[in-house]
């Protein structure tokens, strides 16, 4: 990728507690926590609210990305400022939901709820449309047709952004 301040932590933040909570159950020498007694499991966002607008959007079935008006930048993961030139004159404006594959890798075994079931699914990284790099799911794709650079098109399953290749008849 070109261009100056490339971003390193992308999409590290939506997930972070679900992350972190998860490794309670599997890294030696943390206790293990409880899973939660409520709710669909792991993958269920907790929204702050800072992130509810967002996480409000998606339920929606629209896509957010924030954007900076002092260097027309955009990112993400959701940030109070901008991560290229630190202004925080940031807002919310919706993305176009386009994204290409920058890379991926197919998960045989996940034992935390409800990946378990799931599997194998591909974990993704993608590029939007709009700048930002993505941690995603591709969903209707067979594994052998996975292609680096693919287009793909933002779908929603229960309020979470995953994405799904361009339909030839639209894309
Ligand atoms: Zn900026």
Known sequence: MGGTGAERDDGAGLGRR???????????????????????GFDVPEA???TRTYWDAAAGG????RHCAAC???HHYPREFCPHCWSEDV???PASGRATLYTWSVVH?????????????????VDLAEGPRMM???IGCEEAALR??????????????VFRPVSPARG
């Open 48 to 50: 702050d609210a800072f």
């Open 72 to 74: 027309d930048r955009a």
């Open 18 to 40: 679900a992350v972190r909570d998860g490794l309670a159950d599997v890294v030696p020498g943390r206790r293990p926590r409880t899973l939660p007694v409520s709710g669909g």
């Open 91 to 93: 807002s919310w404006r």
């Open 62 to 65: 629209r896509l957010l990305v």
């Open 136 to 138: 995603t799911e591709v």
């Open 109 to 125: 075994r996940n034992d935390l709820p409800p990946f378990g079931g799931r599997v194998p699914y591909a974990a993704a990284v």
């Open 148 to 161: 680096i650079g693919m287009e793909l098109e933002v779908s929603f399953r229960a309020g979470i952004p």
